[in-house]
Each structure stands twice: as C-alpha cells, then as structure tokens.
C-alpha cells in the first residue's frame, strides 16, 4: 500500500506568491517524522523541513513551514513568497520510528515558479 | 567539507556484468541508506544500515548487496545487473536516521 501520497504531478505559482505542495501519508506507528526534500534540475537532494509526530507546533525553516493536520495524516508544505529558484521537483517522505530508518518517499510534485 | 560521495556518477554497462557503487560520508554518521528513483515512483530504499556490520533490507532490495565494513564507506553491488535496474541512484547518511544527506546521485544504466 502507498504510504506517502502526493497528488499533484505539477504546479504553477507565480513569482513572489505562496504555494502548498499536499502531502498524505498511512500510518499506524504512532511515532513517525516527516520531511520534505527538493531535487533542483542539477539532481541533488536538498533536505528543507522535519516534522515530528508529537511535535505540537507546525514546523517552520525560513520560507518554508509544514502544515501539520495530524488527524487527518497530512504533512502539507507551504512555501511563502515564492522565487524563481524555488523551481524544483518536492518530495514528501516518512520514517517510521519502530521501522528504524525505512525512510518511504511519495512521487514528488513538479513546481514552476513563473516570473 | 561535510559531503557524501558516490562514484561513478554515470556508468553504462551491459547486463550480467557485475558492478559496483562507491558511497563514502565524512560526518561520522552512523546511518546509511540506499535509493533509487524512478520517475513517477520518487525515491525507493534499497537497502540501509544503521552501523558497521549492520545492514537491512529496504523496499526494494531484490538484485542488490550492500556491505558496511566501515563507518564511512557503504558499497552497493549488483552482481547481475539487469535493464530494470536502469536508474538514478543516491546514497545517504544521517547521524540520527532523520535528517539525511544525499550524495550527488549516479545514473545507472544498464543495456
């Protein structure tokens, strides 16, 4: 079964505007991290945010926050005042806790920023 | 610098023949994984290891070993590549199995 899914392939925003990226995710680990991940055209993976399942406020790191709605299991992203650099494929991803360090991605979504 | 490294970071080979891909961390992490990403798929761990000698199997493991002989260094190995194993593929290492650093990626693939 899928854990993590994200249901858009793509998306569009425009310079200097916020954009969320959706996240879902199944588990029954009552402990578990999530995390975001961009992967600019050159190919890199570029670690942006952590959530913690008993963290009580939404995580924030600069631009970026996570949109934490525990009973409904989504870890949405938000990137505030979005730059032209921002343009990049997102990756949701979950760690189970008492499943070590099996780390499971979703299928990214594709952001264009447009000037 | 702290930097994870992987090499090749491109290599075209044929099926059967054996090959190997360097992943080497300097942050004395204790975590290393193993992906592959697929379009459409996102990232998929092959295998991971949580410390020297410890290794386990991810989600797609089949047609893979891994060894962890030491901290820094963590191999994967298809002794039998196959045209499905045609992908892009990225180490990682973590101190606390959360925040992962990712190598440069290398592009396998296999005719």
């Known amino acids: 079964a899928q854990k993590i899914t994200q249901t858009q392939p793509g998306m569009f925003v425009q310079e200097k505007e916020a954009v969320t990226l959706d996240c879902t995710y199944d588990?029954?680990?009552?402990?578990?991290?999530l995390f975001w991940y961009k992967q600019p055209s050159s190919g890199e993976m570029i670690f942006l945010i952590y959530?913690?399942?008993?963290?009580?406020q939404n995580a924030t790191e600069g631009r970026y926050s996570l949109n934490f709605q525990k009973a409904r299991k989504s870890a949405n992203l938000v990137i505030s005042a979005s730059q032209l650099g921002d343009s990049a494929m997102y990756f949701c991803?979950?760690?189970?806790?008492?499943?070590?360090?099996?780390?499971?991605f979703g299928a990214g979504t594709r952001l264009t920023v447009k000037p | 610098e702290a930097q994870v490294t992987q090499n090749p970071r491109y290599l075209i080979t044929v099926t059967g023949k054996k090959l190997t891909v360097t992943c080497s961390q300097n942050?004395?992490?204790?975590?290393m994984s193993w992906y592959r990403q697929d379009p459409g798929l996102g990232l998929r761990q092959i295998y991971y290891?949580?410390?020297?000698?410890?290794?386990d199997k991810g989600d797609v493991p089949e047609g893979y070993k891994v060894s962890r002989k030491e901290k820094r260094n963590f191999p994967l190995i298809l002794e039998s590549p196959s045209p499905n194993q045609t992908s892009l593929y990225f180490c990682?290492?973590?101190?606390?199995?959360?925040?992962?650093?990712f190598g440069p990626g290398t592009r396998l693939t296999v005719t």
């Open positions: 588990t029954s680990d009552p402990s578990y991290g």
């Open positions: 991803a979950m760690r189970e806790d008492y499943n070590n360090n099996d780390m499971r």
């Open positions: 990682a290492s973590s101190s606390d199995g959360y925040e992962q650093y």
């Open positions: 290891s949580m410390n020297v000698e410890v290794t």
């Open positions: 959530q913690g399942s008993y963290d009580q």
């Open positions: 942050m004395n992490h204790e975590y």
